[in-house]
């Protein structure tokens, strides 16, 4: 097994292999390993370009086991193959649709939309599983559905009874300094 140094950021996928962002160094690959704890490849190095990172600070895998990468300093989205391709990005610096002043934390929904905390920016935007801009939502402050560096994000699944949602999910945000998590149905 490879060495790990502080391991933080982890997501699986529907074959059961980890990948998981190593916190304790310079947080610029991705670690993949079986789920009998085998390694079994990495990808990503530093810099600015397609598959690279300057801080992954989120990792997310949808339905069809592509992989999402939020990229705190870079500001933008990456989406890979399961075995690291380099599929897509989105993103830029900024405080417009589709930009980003740190992105965190990532999820996805059931229909592989994907939702990001823009931590400097205090909101959380969601796209399309191709980085089309669906919708936003929060702004900075203290009260409900404000946030303050909002910093993680998880989805809670539906629930289905005899193919009907009896219960849908719900969004929970980290409102890392308002020290507190928010939860918002969809």
């Not at 300057?54 to 895998?61: D, E, Q, V």
């Not at 992989?67 to 610096?93: H, M, P």
């Not at 229909?111 to 191709?130: A, G, I, K, P």
Request: hydrophobic share 35%.
């Amino acid at each position: 097994m490879k060495p790990l140094s502080f391991p933080a950021i982890v997501a699986v996928n529907s074959e059961g292999n980890i990948y998981m962002i190593p916190t304790g160094e310079e947080r610029i690959r991705v670690l993949v390993y079986s789920p009998a704890g085998d390694f079994l490849k990495e990808f990503g190095s530093y810099g600015e370009g397609d598959g690279q990172f300057k801080s992954p600070t989120g990792i997310a895998i949808d339905s069809q086991d592509f992989i999402y990468i939020a990229d705190c300093v870079n500001n933008r989205i990456q989406k890979f193959t399961k075995d690291g391709e380099f599929v897509l990005k989105w993103g830029s610096k900024g405080k417009g649709q589709g930009q980003f002043e740190c992105p965190s934390g990532i999820a996805i929904d059931n229909s592989n939309n994907v939702y990001v905390t823009d931590r400097n920016n205090h909101r959380v935007q969601v796209f399309t599983e191709d980085g089309k801009f669906i919708t936003s939502f929060g702004k900075k402050g203290k009260r409900p559905g404000e946030f303050n560096n909002p910093s993680g994000i998880a989805i809670g699944r539906d629930l289905y009874l005899d193919n009907k949602v009896i219960k849908k999910g719900y969004i929970y945000v980290i409102d890392n300094d308002n020290s507190r998590i928010q939860v918002f149905k969809f």
